[in-house]
C-alpha cells in the first residue's frame, strides 16, 4: 500500500503545481503502470486460483505494460480517446506520470530482480538498487500529507483571487458589478 502512495503522490505533487488540464493525466499516468502492469496479472492469477484454467501466455505479457514501451502504447491509445485538442496534453501527462512512476521503480533494490525497461524487446531487468524496495513505507504518510497540503494550498489559490478592480475575490461568491 505504501508504494501505491508514493507512486501516487509523486505525480500528484508536480500535478497540484500544473495548469488544470494537466492534473489528471499526470495523476493517472502515475499509477497506470501498476494498474496495468501489475493489478491485471495479480487480478488474472488470483482467477486461477479458484480453477479457471489460464495459461501463463494470457498472464505474462501485461507485465510489459509495467515498462517504458507499454506505457508509450497505452498513454497513445488512451490519448486518441479524447476530442483532438486535448489529445497533446493526456498524451504528454500520461507519459509524464509514467516516467515519474518507472524512475521511482528503477531506484529501488529489488535484490537482484529489476525492471524490464525493454519490455516486450527484452526481459532483462534493470535497477539501480539506490533504494530499498520497502524503504518508501516511512516516507509514505509524511508525502501524503505534504501532497494534501500542496493541493490544499492550490484550492485557497483557486478560490481567492485578484479581481480586474485589484480587489481580492472569492470565486465561488463573486459580486460583479450589475451593469458589466
Do not use: K
Not at 501498476?34 to 488474472?44: E, H, N, Q, S, Y
Not at 535484490?111 to 533504494?131: D, N, V
Amino acid at each position: 500500500m505504501a508504494d501505491l502512495v508514493t507512486h501516487l503522490c509523486t505525480a500528484l505533487l508536480p500535478a497540484s503545481l500544473a495548469p488544470r488540464r494537466w492534473m489528471l493525466p499526470l495523476s493517472v499516468g502515475g499509477v497506470l503502470p501498476d494498474a496495468l502492469g501489475r493489478a491485471v496479472p495479480l487480478g488474472l492469477e488470483l482467477v486461477r486460483s479458484f480453477g479457471v484454467p489460464l495459461s501463463d501466455r494470457l498472464i505474462w505479457p501485461w507485465t510489459a505494460l509495467h515498462a517504458p514501451l507499454g506505457i508509450t502504447l497505452v498513454a497513445a491509445l488512451v490519448a486518441l480517446c479524447f476530442v483532438p485538442r486535448d489529445r497533446r496534453t493526456v498524451l504528454l501527462g500520461l507519459w509524464a506520470g509514467g516516467a515519474l512512476h518507472i524512475g521511482l521503480d528503477v531506484l529501488q533494490d529489488h535484490h537482484g530482480h529489476g525492471y524490464a525497461l525493454l519490455a516486450p524487446l527484452s526481459w532483462r531487468t534493470f535497477e539501480l538498487g539506490w533504494i530499498g524496495s520497502e524503504s518508501t513505507v516511512p516516507w509514505a504518510l509524511p508525502l501524503l500529507a505534504v501532497t494534501a497540503l500542496a493541493w490544499g494550498a492550490r484550492l485557497l489559490r483557486s478560490r481567492v483571487t485578484t479581481d480586474r478592480y485589484g480587489g481580492l475575490t472569492d470565486q465561488a461568491n463573486d459580486l460583479r458589478p450589475p451593469c458589466e
